[in-house]
């Protein structure tokens, strides 16, 4: 029987190999049972979600046993008194946000793949995405897990408690280590109450300097109102000005830009403490010149901005495509380093920053580049993050793709635990191998 | 050189025996050499935080070394743009606290014991407090850790980023471990934008079924405003009128009184959200009376009725305290089979239920006891707990004295899988011996 050309590669386009068999299990105790299966004879498993990933952590090897959660995909039931979800891991993130909207709730975790990525595999990555600044990443949202173990035990950690201290809270070892210690069979997802309508505003900043102290003066101010901050640099607006023909009410000119985001709740309006503080940025000049949203169509326009990375992509490609994180006072000097360098290295190539500095989160496309020059590409960007208390991955995760520079940013005891873990949760070595470390 | 009193037991009580030694140290490396040398001679240490512990876990053995943090209580630094503190985790919860005041920002973990307990036991508990609803425990405020590991490894995962994907996060194998894993000794934690005045209001309900659909309406209404939500049982009440000599501006005879309190950004003010609230919960008939505080004098009273328990505990003594985690759902099922079966068993004792809904949190201080009726009236109120998907324990941690009944809430699987993290990370069993599982 041929394998479905679906599950042999993911979003990165990584390909391995074609696996023996792909299963698609309807029951955490038929997954169990092929895991037990598989656990006896030393055989290797490939654990795929929605095949959205960007680091190729669900690309199947040759021979694999590949594990699909697609099937899974019942939302169990919701306490819509407390607002809490029990949904099986193969669930797409959209069908527990519109669960959780029938049910008069807000399931906040939220990305562009929302449609084919699955919510077991959105935890084993611990996704961010586009609220965290309110809300979290997914270890915000997860209250419990239900896991397959290495040897086919299902542990059931579903918790759903908002606090508990009776040891170890085993379901932080399922998220965010991409399969490696067990696989996500079952969730409890804490949802939010449904928020208001959002204020939107553009602002056009000095340096990275100033939109740190921005950052700093909207959060005291609006604290937990404050939903988005997403920044971009000159270059970047101008590649997307360039391909979405938008035109911007503020002046172009400026070395960054920021689209600003208040929330209250819902049936309040945030609009007037956004106004309240970019009054005071004026002021102060944290910012050169701002813009508030007047119509849904205006926001729409600020967001458009920021969401042309699509037609980005394809303009720019062959790309390579970051996700870095660093605290905010490394941001600066970090990227007039990276910029400089490949300015240097790549003159022919468009090198665009942005992302969420909330989440501490730096975001780089740069292209077009041959796939020869990639690896430069990346150890020029990542050599950059040493000592600087970074990340190499905020959000897509290390998979395969990344594995060879986690070291700039984890260190050797560090390494040396994950190795441990891994050894102790699975000693066979037969789930995901190969992924984060070796 | 015999040994000071304080090293030999915490607020629990519990004796088990004179220490070896009692070690200081006053650095990491300091801490590790000692940890290294007990290593080699598979010598069992206890460590030890403030000695605030309810559950024993810091009280050492017969020919235990003690390593206590107090010395090591630096505030290293402060990054006042981001909010992020590095701290050593002897240095005690009021001093992070004063720290993060001083520079312009907030501390939100607050528990009576702040002056005494350390930063590092709060973090080994997952301490949660008076403030869980809005801002989470213990584990929501500290983004990473460094830990001495059982053979003297020094593991930084001092990570400062909101978001990160890249393998596994580290910090979450140590808060709420109970030093079972390593010993925490420096920590990243973040810091909140300061908070405006608080607005107080009482209400009286009808029954914990009210009591969590006014819960629910109060979180969809006011989000992230709303900071205590706390519940006390009739008996509570009139417990704590009879002792501080209080008079309520509500009627006093209803089966629950709420304690709410509602917080906005600083400089700003939430009473009228909370009045809205409130009249729309006497509309709906979820509350039967209600009282906002007009004043700070009121405020004070109102809180004064629930933190007279230092007087109660003092009334009733020898008292047995409770710190049980439920589904709201559960709770008022729960708590009307526990205070049926102790009434009929100890009708001579009063059963005080009161707790932090939102936090899932119900405790129950009963007393007076013979301590030969210790093991019964824990038999009692945790054998309810089964098949709740709750926990014995919300806040306090397990150390001994909870140990017997952990097999209540967790699952064979959970404790299998906690006892093979244990022999992974520590495989000698000299960090905590026989805290949390054997």
């Given amino acids: 029987m041929s394998i479905d050309p679906r599950y042999l590669t993911d979003w990165s386009g ?49 021979g694999d046993v590949v594990i699909n959660l697609e099937r899974m995909n019942q939302i169990e039931s919701i306490d819509e008194l407390e607002g809490i979800m029990l949904v099986q891991a193969g ?47 997914m270890r915000d949202s997860v209250l419990g897990v239900e896991a397959v173990l290495a040897d086919g035990t299902v542990l059931n950690s579903l918790t759903r408690l908002i606090k508990n201290s009776s040891g170890l809270d085993l ?48 959060k005291l101010a609006l604290g937990n109102k404050l939903s988005a901050f997403e920044f971009m640099s000159e270059r970047f607006v101008a590649q997307s000005l360039e391909l979405t023909g938008l035109a911007l009410p503020v002046d172009t000119s400026a070395p960054w830009f920021v689209l600003i985001e208040a929330t209250g709740e819902h049936g309040t309006d945030a609009g007037e403490a956004l106004q309240h503080s970019l009054e005071q940025a004026l002021e102060k000049e944290t910012i050169i010149d701002c813009a508030v949203a007047a119509s849904i169509a205006d926001a729409e326009d600020f967001w458009r901005l920021r969401e042309s990375i699509p037609e980005i992509l394809t303009h720019l490609r062959p790309t390579v495509n970051f996700d870095c994180g660093l605290p905010w006072s490394q941001t600066g000097d970090y990227v007039a380093a990276v910029e400089a360098a490949m300015d240097e290295k790549f003159p022919a190539a468009k090198h665009l920053f942005f992302g969420h500095l909330g989440d501490n989160n730096i975001h780089l496309i740069t292209g077009p580049h041959d796939e020869s020059a990639f690896h430069e590409v990346e150890e020029t960007v990542y050599a950059g993050l040493k000592n600087r208390q970074a990340t190499i991955s905020s959000e897509h995760g290390i998979g395969f793709l990344k594995k060879p520079f986690l070291h700039y940013t984890r260190s050797d005891a560090e390494l040396a635990t994950l190795r441990r873990l891994k050894s102790a949760m699975d000693p066979k070595g037969t789930l995901n191998p190969g992924r984060v470390v070796d």
């Fill in 171 to 218: 379901r932080f070892l399922f998220i965010g280590s991409e399969g490696t210690l067990g696989i996500i069979t079952r969730l409890t997802l804490k949802l939010q109450p449904v928020p208001g309508a959002g204020a939107t505003a553009l602002a056009c900043v000095s340096s990275m300097t100033q939109l740190a102290k921005l950052l700093r003066d909207m």
């Fill in 14 to 62: 990584l390909s391995r190999g074609i696996p023996k068999v792909v299963h698609r299990p309807r029951s955490t105790d038929e997954l169990s049972a092929i895991v037990r299966d598989c656990d006896a004879s030393g055989q290797k498993i490939t654990i795929q979600g929605g095949m959205t990933g960007l680091a190729g952590g669900a690309v199947p090897a040759d």
């Fill in 91 to 137: 669930a797409t993130l959209q069908q527990v946000q519109e669960a959780a909207e029938q049910a008069g709730w807000f399931f906040p975790v939220d990305l562009g793949a929302r449609g084919t990525c699955q919510v077991g595999g959105n935890a084993a990555t611990n996704a961010g995405g586009d609220r965290v600044i309110r809300y979290g990443t």
